[in-house]
């Protein structure tokens, strides 16, 4: 039988290599893709070592940049025209309010927008996938907090405040999204979920985008192996087999606020989203 393909973004360091190293023991073939590409390719080459054969591609990225996308997925289509699992685990987690090129908030810009158009492009590949594919996108248990979504808030804040803040807003809004998407490619038999891997020892709870009062206890998080496994078994733990649209979140499913539950947001939103996503 012909190997199965992971595509997983932000493949190198943190939650994304160890999510990598698990994958790879499952016997799949990676598609390492981050945006320094450079450490896409040496990070790919250690795997390799572990277990050969396992990597089938390294590419580079910036998600904050559309036409960069559109680069991206045509080479990945080219060369994989299936692809049985997109794991989204890129993200951004920053110190001070930034946009993209697009002028999109930098968070809602990678964070939402760019998984969203990952899964769009490469819907072909994902249909392609003899079995059925698996959309895995890494969300975060803290976005439950916000319990509802300003669309131009979303864009342009007008106040900015670490981790809850832009960031949160844009974790839910890639909740929405998974939901709305959930129902719509179920007829291509593409589940897509999002996933919470808790408080890891990461490049970005370390970061300054954290509170100072959360980096005090990093020292006391777990390893980012815990959290990658949370993301791996949201792709493949038989206890999701078949279920879509869904945010799993302490092993448990979680339920959206009031506010971003009812289809009729969830597919209005997506819409908007595509419609943002696709600005040149």
């Known amino acids: 039988m012909p190997t199965k393909i992971a595509v997983v973004t932000g493949a190198y360091g943190g939650l994304g290599s160890e999510l990598c190293k698990q994958i790879a023991a499952e016997g799949v073939g990676l598609v390492l893709v981050d945006r320094d590409a450079e450490k896409s390719k040496s990070f790919g080459a250690e795997l390799d070592r572990l277990h050969p054969g396992s990597v089938k591609g390294t590419f580079g990225v910036d998600l904050a940049n559309h036409a960069d996308i559109r680069r991206l997925t045509g080479q990945l289509i080219e060369k994989f025209p299936a692809i049985d699992y997109l794991f989204n685990n890129a993200g951004v987690l920053t110190e001070t309010l930034q946009f993209s090129k697009n002028q999109n908030e930098l968070h809602f810009e990678v964070n939402t927008l760019g998984p969203l158009q990952l899964i769009d492009q490469l ?4 249909k392609g996938a003899p079995g059925g594919a698996i959309v895995v996108n890494t969300s975060a248990g803290v976005a439950l907090g916000a319990k509802q979504l300003d669309w131009e808030e ?3 804040p007008h106040t900015f405040k670490k981790l809850y ?3 949160v807003n844009s974790k839910e809004a890639l909740n929405v999204i998974t939901a709305a998407l959930g129902r719509e490619l179920a007829s291509d038999r593409i589940d897509v979920r999002a996933a919470d891997p808790g408080p890891n020892k990461t490049r970005l709870t370390k970061g300054k985008g954290t509170p100072l009062w959360m980096r005090l206890f990093y020292g006391l998080l777990p390893g980012p192996e815990k959290g990658a496994r949370k993301i791996f078994d949201a792709g493949f733990g038989p206890q999701w087999r078949g279920k879509t ?3 799993v979140s302490g092993g448990k499913i979680a339920t959206l606020p009031p506010a971003l539950s009812s289809d ?12 943002r996503a696709a600005q040149a």
């Open 165 to 167: 803040g832009p960031y």
């Open 154 to 156: 979303l864009i342009k």
């Open 123 to 126: 819907r072909s590949a994902l």
């Open 264 to 275: 009729a947001f969830q597919s209005d939103f997506l819409r908007k989203c595509r419609e």
């Open 245 to 247: 649209g869904i945010f």
